[in-house]
T-cell receptor
């Protein structure tokens, strides 16, 4: 089944403890991206990747890192999580992105992160 | 950056009714999509529609790129249509960022 898989689905952690949220897609998509969803602020893009080894900042990249060493995986890294990073996180993929972005996005099921 | 506005913010319908959701955007875009977020939080892509009209069952969408708006039509609404509908655009603002509107929250009563 074609899908985007995020892990974990739920995570409670403490301030400052490094964590990684994984995202994997099995559709050979070039484009992948991360979003956070917060009440009253909607969905905001954190980072995106047009292809392997090509990443760029979205609107809210502060406090996050990403890497794209292989096409199928796009992990989101929080080096020192803080309570304001408590949010619902989504990963998405698409066959292409950018100027030739003429495809829809497939989203993962989300990761609910709580930082205490 | 590109601004995306959706209206109405909230909508309550009786089952069987029709509705139109609107998405306005402030600049030219490469990509426009409509999504449905169901009550369990899943985001489902409904349409990729940077211009023109598409239909999928009871749903259809029209984007008039030159006038910078898109419409999502829901006909004969069902309770399972409840949730939040988002439009999202991709435009160049120092990078090809994806910008979401604030969404329209729809509740369909049985």
């Amino acid at each position: 089944e074609a899908q985007v898989t995020q892990n974990p689905r739920y995570l409670i952690t403490v301030t400052g403890k490094k964590l990684t949220v994984t995202c994997s897609q099995n559709m050979n998509h070039e484009y992948m991206s991360w979003y956070r969803q917060d009440p009253g602020l909607g969905l905001r893009q954190i980072y995106y990747s047009m292809n392997v080894e090509v990443t760029d900042k979205g609107d809210v990249p502060e406090g996050y890192k990403v890497s794209r060493k292989e096409k199928r995986n796009f992990p989101l890294i929080l080096e020192s999580p803080s309570p304001n990073q408590t949010s619902l996180y989504f990963c998405a993929s698409s066959p292409r992105g950018g100027r030739i972005s003429n495809y829809g996005y497939t989203f993962g099921s989300g990761t609910r992160l709580t930082v205490v | 950056g590109i601004q995306v506005e959706q209206s109405p913010p909230d909508l309550i319908l009786q089952e069987g009714a029709n509705s139109t959701l609107r998405c306005n955007f402030s600049d030219s875009v490469n990509n426009l999509q409509w999504f449905h977020q169901n009550p369990w939080g899943q985001l489902i892509n409904l349409f990729y529609i940077p211009s023109g009209t598409k239909q999928n069952g009871r749903l259809s969408a029209t984007t008039v790129a030159t006038e910078r708006y898109s419409l999502l039509y829901i006909s004969s609404s069902q309770t399972t249509d409840s949730g939040v509908y988002f439009c999202a655009v991709v435009g160049y603002t120092g990078g090809f960022k994806t910008i979401f509107g604030a969404g329209t929250r729809l509740f369909v009563k049985a």
